[in-house]
Every structure is written in structure tokens, then in C-alpha cells.
């Protein structure tokens, strides 16, 4: 593989759009959506919200894809909605990986 065909992460390499996606999941938290609000979403509603935002930046003059919480928040830029996206994927995986901590390998919320 050439030099110009390696992920940033793999030689290393911190971009900016990996800050971009933390302070997103940042500004997510401090608006209440927390590990404790995501442990709530147990029906993959989160990773479905995320490929909502990252669906709809190819689909310009479509309705917006589906979103699990009612009508989608207003569209931002292409790139917007793909930072949201990541950000929410990020959500998803910290809430599968504090599940699997409780020795469980299913997406729902132990009892």
C-alpha cells in the first residue's frame, strides 16, 4: 500500500475531524445525552439515528430517511450531518461496550 493510501489513524495520525466528532459528542452530553440517557436506548435507536444523519446527506431532495425520534432536526451542512453521525456511533459503541462490561454480549439494557 502506498504512503497515500494509509489511514491517519493507522501511521498515527490525529486529523481534525476526530476532534471535530469528540467536541460533537461532547456538545451531545452537555445537552443531556449521557451514558445514563443512552443505556435507556436499548432497540438500536441510536445507530439508527446515525445512518438517519449520514443517509440524508445523499439523499439532497429527498425526504430524510427515517429517524427514530419523530421528524429529524434541521439539516446542516453534508459534512454536519456526517460529524453527527460518527458522533452517534461513538454514543453507540461506548453503550455496547458498558454492557459488555456487565457480561452481556446483547444490545439490551440488563435487568
Not at 443517509?55 to 460529524?83: C, H, N
Request: some cysteine.
Amino acid at each position: 500500500m502506498s504512503e497515500d493510501h494509509k489511514c491517519c489513524l493507522a501511521a498515527g495520525i490525529r486529523t481534525g475531524v476526530l476532534d471535530e466528532i469528540e467536541a460533537e459528542r461532547s456538545r451531545q452530553i452537555a445537552k443531556g445525552y449521557d451514558a445514563a440517557h443512552d443505556d435507556e436506548h436499548t432497540n438500536g435507536c441510536i445507530a439508527w439515528a446515525a445512518s438517519a444523519y449520514a443517509g440524508r446527506t445523499f439523499w439532497k431532495s429527498q425526504p430524510a430517511p427515517l429517524y427514530p425520534w419523530g421528524e429529524m432536526p434541521e439539516r446542516g451542512t453534508v459534512r454536519d450531518d456526517l460529524i453527527t453521525a460518527a458522533a452517534l456511533i461513538v454514543a453507540e459503541i461506548e453503550r455496547l461496550d458498558r454492557f459488555k462490561t456487565a457480561d452481556t454480549v446483547n444490545i439490551r439494557k440488563p435487568e
